[in-house]
C-alpha cells in the first residue's frame, strides 16, 4: 500500500492554487470614501491631533475614522502627551500619526480614491 500525502489547503491534485487562496493573498486596493482620504492626506501631511482630524474630515469622531483605516491595513499609531487644558486639569490627547511603513499603502490608497 502506498502512503499518499494530502494535498495542502488551496491547492488542487496538480499542485496549483486555486483562485480562492490567490485571491486571499492579493491585497485588494477600493477606493477611500472622500471623508477618509481628506483625513488620510491630513495624516500624510504630518501628526495629526484628534481635533485635527475632525476638522480635516469634517467629521465628529475623527478616532472612528481612524480606525476605519487602520482596518484597511494602515499603521497609523497615536503618541500620547501630557497636556494642561483651559481649566488647569492634566489631560493626555492623542497625537496620530503614520507609520513610514505604511506610506505606500497610504498613497496606493489616495490614488485608487482619485482614480474611482
Known amino acids: 500500500m502506498i502512503d499518499q500525502e494530502k494535498a495542502p489547503e488551496g491547492a488542487n491534485q496538480t499542485g496549483a492554487q ?3 487562496t490567490a485571491k486571499k493573498n492579493t491585497p485588494q486596493i477600493r477606493p477611500l470614501a472622500s471623508r477618509h482620504a481628506r483625513i488620510l492626506k491630513a495624516l500624510l501631511n504630518g501628526p495629526q491631533t484628534r481635533e485635527q482630524i475632525d476638522r480635516a474630515g469634517p467629521v465628529s469622531n475623527g478616532p472612528a475614522y481612524i480606525a476605519d483605516l487602520r ?12 497636556f ?12 496620530y500619526f503614520i ?12 490614488r485608487a480614491s482619485l482614480a474611482g
Open 71 to 82: 482596518q484597511r491595513g494602515l499603521n497609523i499609531l497615536c503618541c500620547r502627551r501630557r
Open 99 to 110: 507609520d513610514e511603513s505604511s506610506r505606500p499603502l497610504a498613497l496606493s490608497l489616495l
Open 84 to 95: 494642561t487644558n483651559a481649566d488647569g486639569q492634566v489631560c493626555r490627547p492623542g497625537l
Open 18 to 20: 486555486t483562485s480562492t
